[in-house]
């Protein structure tokens, strides 16, 4: 397998990954697997360094490995490995956003400030202002609706704009 393909199912499988952490955030997480997520969205409660919610980690890493080992030992599936590497560079950059830089569980970079980063900040605080399982909002983490890229003064505007334009209300 030449270099360029195992870099593109590197890149590919990254950037799948957001769409794959979406879709078990929105399901999983809030959904049958909601006992393990519901202490990250009460910090209150919250007693000592880890959460529940810490397991998907655990989670996450098994098809990870999974890929590793089958792309590493058996003839043919060579391509896993690059699969695995991709999950991997996904959940670090995970890492590095979610716990390091959103919620601060490790004080390594506290002066981000650009667009991009107050967005994904917003979009995060969304999500978290609602503390159940439902009517949460906002399940991705690099991929941002872009309203989030706006001040949350100007959020409201967008729905009565949007509402609007489908026919409801008359504002």
């Not at 060579?78 to 890492?95: D, K, W």
């Not at 400030?113 to 994904?120: E, L, Q, T």
């Not at 503390?131 to 906002?138: D, H, L, M």
Request: with cysteine.
């Amino acid at each position: 397998m030449s270099v360029l393909m195992n870099i593109g199912i590197v890149v590919a499988t990254t950037l799948a990954m957001e769409f794959v952490a979406w879709f078990a955030h929105k399901y999983i997480m809030h959904g049958i697997l909601w006992k393990w997520h519901e202490d990250h969205h009460d910090p209150i409660h919250k007693t000592g360094f880890f959460e529940k919610n810490d397991r998907f980690f655990f989670v996450f890493a098994v098809p990870s490995a999974f890929c590793y080992m089958a792309g590493s030992f058996f003839e043919g599936w060579g391509a896993l490995l690059y699969v695995g590497i991709g999950i991997s560079i996904y959940g670090a950059i995970y890492f590095l956003i979610h716990d390091v830089y959103i919620h601060q569980r490790f004080k390594w970079f506290r002066q981000l400030d650009n667009k991009y980063s107050r967005a994904i900040l917003r979009a995060h605080g969304s999500h978290h202002s609602v503390q159940t399982k439902y009517g949460c909002e906002s399940f991705g983490l690099l991929i941002i609706n872009p309203k989030y890229f706006k001040k949350r003064s100007e959020w409201k505007n967008d729905k009565v704009l949007k509402n609007n334009e489908i026919g409801y209300g008359s504002n």
